[in-house]
């Protein structure tokens, strides 16, 4: 299924909001 990547989207889409924060 596609919940794997969805789950890890999000991981990354958390990482990108990190780098714009900083």
């Known amino acids: 299924r596609l919940?794997?990547?969805r789950r890890q989207n999000?991981?990354?889409a958390e990482l990108?909001?990190?780098l714009?924060?900083?």
Request: glycine share 8%; hydrophobic share 25%.
């Open 3 to 5: 919940e794997k990547i």
């Open 16 to 18: 990108q909001a990190v």
């Open 10 to 12: 999000r991981t990354k």
């Open 20 to 22: 714009d924060g900083k």
